[in-house]
């Protein structure tokens, strides 16, 4: 079974959570106004952190070449055989399933990693 899980900037601390999300609008009981807020939320072992809404990413159930889980929004540089450059993408939900991009090139993340044993997680898009 593959498992479903997200990760999120904590909004007050500004580390990254992990777990399930949550999508919610409640009430914002600290102003007392009864106003209705939208929350971002990362739960993890029932602890609720409010994140901040473009740091959302989904674990997309694969690994990288060091076993690092890669997740919607991070980038992967994948090293190519001298003399060409090595390759930079962005993972991005696309189509229904997750995909690798950069200005040149798009492809179905599981395709790619199957051919690319050098792919490796350097950074992520809200962090590079």
């Not at 500004?14 to 609008?25: D, F, I, L, Q, S």
């Not at 993340?109 to 792919?119: M, R, V």
Request: proline share 2%.
């Amino acid at each position: 079974m593959r498992e479903i899980k997200f990760r999120g900037k904590r909004t007050d601390t500004k580390e990254w959570v992990y777990g399930y999300y949550a999508h919610t609008t409640l009430s914002d009981e600290a102003f007392s106004l009864g106003n209705c807020m939208k929350h971002h939320l990362i739960i993890d072992s029932g602890v609720y952190y409010a994140v901040i809404p473009e740091s959302v990413g989904q674990y997309t159930g694969l690994k990288d070449k060091n076993d690092k889980e890669i997740y919607e929004g991070d980038i992967v540089n994948h090293k190519n055989p001298k003399p060409f450059k090595d390759s930079i993408y962005k993972v991005e939900f696309l189509n229904g399933g997750f995909a690798i991009k950069n200005s040149d090139y798009t492809e179905d993340l599981n395709e790619f990693l199957k051919y690319s044993s050098s792919a490796e997680v350097i950074g992520n898009i809200y962090e590079n």
